[in-house]
T-cell receptor
Framework: DAKTTQPNSMESNEEEPVHLPCNHS???????IHWYRQLPSQGPEYVIH???SNVNNRMASLAIAEDRKSSTLILHRATLRDAAVYYC??????????????FGTGTLLAVQP | GAVVSQHPSWVICKSGTSVKIECRSL??????MFWYRQFPKQSLMLMAT?????????EQGVEKDKFLINHASLTLSTLTVTSAHPEDSSFYIC??????????FGPGTRLTVL
């Protein structure tokens, strides 16, 4: 499985944008880039995913480098409820089957009021 | 979005007993579900893939006779921790994909073995 590298922790101030980086230099052409987050004592929550183009949804934006070796999750205005561990995961999907997700250590985001 | 539930949310048991954890997809069907384990301050570790109508696929190092998985229907998978010991105490989480590549996770089950 292709590996991702994320900073162990980051800090942000409330209502400011947050850019969470992820390096995946060994990504293959069919790997999707997924982001999940986990609040304390809860199951992970899907945030966003993409293949090549930048993606936006109501939670966040995903910016993918042209060579796909890195990506950035963007929270446009951090709130205290965004404090969580954010996981960047590569997943290969073929023929409609769902591939397993292998979690790395993630980035612990702290949001200061 | 899709909802996955787990039951119970927490359980305390004596060493040597077996514990069953249920994972249900509430508003979609799932032929595949996944089981994870998470120790304090660690990341999620994939234990096994639960397949409806066939045997589960276990990750390397996970004892299939200790962690029994049954995918009874398209909306239910169960994980039974047999002869539980204190080192099995952990946070157990399941996930299921409504469609394609996105997975939705249950809220987790906290198991404490005394």
């Amino acid at each position: 499985d292709a590996k991702t590298t994320q900073p162990n922790s980051m800090e942000s101030n409330e209502e400011e944008p947050v850019h969470l980086p992820c390096n995946h230099s060994t990504i293959s052409g069919t790997d999707y880039i997924h982001w999940y987050r986990q609040l304390p004592s809860q199951g992970p929550e899907y945030v966003i995913h993409g293949l090549t183009s930048n993606v936006n949804n109501r939670m966040a934006s995903l910016a993918i480098a042209e060579d796909r070796k890195s990506s950035t999750l963007i929270l446009h205005r951090a709130t205290l409820r965004d404090a969580a561990v954010y996981y960047c995961i590569l997943s290969f999907s073929y023929g409609g089957a769902t591939n397993k997700l292998i979690f790395g250590t993630g980035t612990l985001l702290a949001v200061q009021p | 979005g899709a909802v996955v539930s787990q039951h119970p949310s927490w359980v305390i048991c004596k060493s040597g007993t077996s514990v069953k954890i249920e994972c249900r997809s509430l508003d979609f069907q799932a032929t595949t579900m996944f089981w994870y384990r998470q120790f304090p301050k660690q990341s999620l570790m994939l234990m096994a893939t639960s397949n409806e109508g066939s045997k589960a696929t276990y990750e390397q190092g996970v004892e299939k006779d200790k962690f029994l998985i049954n995918h009874a229907s398209l909306t239910l998978s169960t994980l039974t921790v047999t002869s539980a010991h204190p080192e099995d105490s952990s946070f157990y989480i399941c996930s299921a994909p409504p469609a394609g590549d996105t997975q939705y996770f249950g809220p987790g089950t906290r198991l404490t073995v005394l």
